[in-house]
Nanobody, 123 residues
């Protein structure tokens, strides 16, 4: 499975941005997908994840209420709608895939990763 994330850019604090992730190759409807982010010198951290059916989602406390994860399985697309952005949301954002049926936060369970897209939020 190959993943490609895109949609990052420069936005002012309080603004919105939508990230997208395109999956190619063999994927199955039960696959869990997630978003992570990383800043220089820090570990990659969990942002959000969604179950295969889309009925179960999980968010990091830092983004809950501001970010929304969604997917379109027919198009093999994953999205992250980011609203009320803050400078501390600045990071490289990665999409990832977990072939289990469990929505998890630990990045070690995710087997496939996109190349990352940079989000910069100015104050």
């Amino acid at each position: 499975v190959q993943l490609q994330a895109f949609g990052g850019g420069l936005v002012q604090a309080g603004g919105s941005l939508r990230l997208s992730c395109a999956a190619s190759g063999r994927t199955y409807s039960w696959y869990v997908m997630g978003w992570f982010r990383q800043t220089p010198g820090k570990e990659r951290e969990f942002v959000a994840a969604i179950s295969g059916s889309g009925g179960n989602t999980d968010y990091a406390d830092s983004v809950k209420g501001r970010f929304t994860i969604s997917k379109d399985s027919t198009k093999k697309m994953l999205y992250l709608q980011m609203n009320s952005l803050k400078p501390e949301d600045t990071a490289v954002y990665y999409c990832a895939l977990d072939s289990s049926r469990f929505v998890r936060r630990d990045r070690r369970y995710y087997e496939s990763w996109g190349q990352g897209t940079l989000v910069t939020v100015s104050s």
